[in-house]
T-cell receptor, first 112, second 110 residues
């Protein structure tokens, strides 16, 4: 049982490049979400999903796309990277019957 | 919209108790959480409290919830140098979305 895994751990992009941050969980959790953490701030919700095929926007969705084709995977796509997207990105999952939201180890992204 | 606020910094001596405070605005929150983050690391869930509870104790940790004032606190007894970290308060709404405070940096002095 690996929990929530994220790849890559670190990434450097140039402005305008696109990429996908991967998130997977093996706990059969219905709910998955993406947060970003900027220096000196708490986490802010980007997008979330309450089940396969269902996604919705969080507080800061602009510049990001998500899809949820399976229960296990919830990738986050940066369409055209900007320096303002330099941040640490965390994926989380939660089962309906549980209380804890499990967080992945994070992806540190730098956009130059 | 919903907002969660925390004081930025707390410094205590080793062995003393630490109290970290948090206020929130969403009265329909289901659960309230305390997370710990060490430098360069992810988030570790310390404890949580259901919104219809007043208090929860878990070893050195005590959580107090005042629903009327929308105030949450985390007390760490016998604070150790290993407790130095950033502590985040978060409220969860009925859609499982978490709203985080900006974090309280706890420094434990030997």
């Amino acid at each position: 049982n690996a929990g929530v895994t994220q790849t890559p751990k670190f990434q450097v992009l140039k402005t305008g490049q696109s990429m996908t941050l991967q998130c997977a969980q093996d706990m059969n959790h219905e709910y998955m979400s993406w947060y970003r953490q900027d220096p000196g701030m708490g986490l802010r919700l980007i997008h979330y999903s309450v089940g396969a095929g269902i996604t919705d926007q969080g507080e800061v969705p602009n510049g990001y796309n998500v899809s949820r084709s399976t229960t296990e995977d919830f990738p986050l796509r940066l369409l055209s990277a900007a320096p303002s997207q330099t941040s640490v990105y965390f994926c989380a999952s939660r089962g309906r019957a549980a209380v804890e939201q499990y967080f992945g180890p994070g992806t540190r992204l730098t956009v130059t | 919209g919903e907002d969660v606020e925390q004081s930025l910094f707390l410094s205590v001596r080793e062995g003393d108790s630490s109290v970290i405070n948090c206020t929130y605005t969403d009265s329909s929150s289901t659960y309230l959480y305390w997370y710990k983050q060490e430098p360069g690391a992810g988030l570790q869930l310390l404890t949580y409290i259901f919104s219809n509870m007043d208090m929860k104790q878990d070893q050195r940790l005590t959580v107090l919830l005042n629903k009327k004032d929308k105030h949450l606190s985390l007390r760490i007894a016998d604070t150790q140098t290993g407790d130095s970290a950033i502590y985040f308060c978060a409220e969860e709404d009925s859609s499982y979305k978490l709203i985080f405070g900006s974090g309280t940096r706890l420094l434990v002095r030997p």
